[in-house]
């Protein structure tokens, strides 16, 4: 079984959703929005392989080092869509730039479902 320590990270976010809507039917409940957001994280990636490893006949290349503590900085800028299912729940979808403080930056895409309490 392949057990790595946990990621943490621990952050402060603002966003801002843009107060228009396209007046298109099925366009109407999206809500489009930027964000800013700010971490601690006990883990960096990297620009280069650190660690490359076989598991189960399966190649494992990690880009990344895990520290003890929350030592490393970065910065999260998000653009997305949500899509509200009802008053709570929602789906998220984003693309998003992390920017880590020691000169690496990684783009990514992320979705989820989420349900404010």
């Not at 320590?5 to 107060?19: C, H, K, Q, T």
């Not at 700010?38 to 190649?59: Q, S």
């Not at 030592?71 to 999260?76: E, G, I, P």
């Not at 789906?91 to 989420?114: E, P, Q, R």
Request: glycine share 4%.
């Amino acid at each position: 079984f392949y057990t790595k320590d946990s990621f943490i990270e621990i952050g402060i976010a603002a966003r801002y959703v843009l107060p228009y809507t396209i007046n298109v039917r099925a366009l109407k409940k999206l809500h489009f929005y930027f964000e800013a957001q700010y971490h601690r994280t006990n883990y960096r990636l990297l620009p280069y392989t650190v660690k490359i490893f076989e598991f189960n006949d399966i190649v494992i290349k990690e880009d990344f080092i895990i520290s003890d503590g929350l030592q490393y900085n970065k910065l999260v800028i998000p653009l997305g869509i949500t899509v509200p299912f009802t008053k709570r729940l929602y789906l998220d979808i984003n693309w998003h730039t992390s920017l880590f403080f020691n000169n690496y930056k990684k783009t990514d895409f992320m979705g989820g479902v989420y349900y404010n309490f």
